[in-house]
């Protein structure tokens, strides 16, 4: 099993920046993977950005050039910096982790707020 636990989200004026964390525990030997996602009312769940073991990342357009995902393995930790963050920003943010033979395992997530 692998726990994920979220934080650093909150509210924030559009323009404004925040950080989200997400501190893996458990069997994190088994991760290759780890990545954050976002949820919009009633609708499911989109990558914002992913990162794997050996650093390689991606993002989703809408997000390019304002957010930087980055994580550091030796204290299971990920981040996501969000700058220039805009009203459409707004949503319950997931950290996610892919591990082998184990399936995705997912944190509790954590809103964020932008406002106009």
């Known amino acids: 099993q692998v726990q994920l636990v979220e934080s650093g989200g909150g509210l924030v004026q559009a323009g404004g920046s925040l950080r989200l964390s997400c501190a893996a525990s458990?069997?994190?030997?088994?991760?290759?993977?780890m990545g954050w996602y976002r949820q919009f009312p009633g609708k499911q769940r989109e990558l914002v950005a992913a990162i794997t073991n050996g650093g390689s990342t991606n993002y989703a357009d809408s997000v390019k050039g304002r957010f930087t995902i980055s994580r550091d393995n030796s204290q299971n930790t990920m981040w996501l910096q969000m700058n220039s963050l805009k009203p459409e920003d707004t949503a319950v943010y997931y950290c996610k982790a892919a591990a082998w033979g184990r399936g995705d395992y997912w944190g509790q997530g954590t809103q964020v707020t932008v406002s106009s």
């Open positions: 458990g069997s994190i030997f088994s991760i290759y993977a």
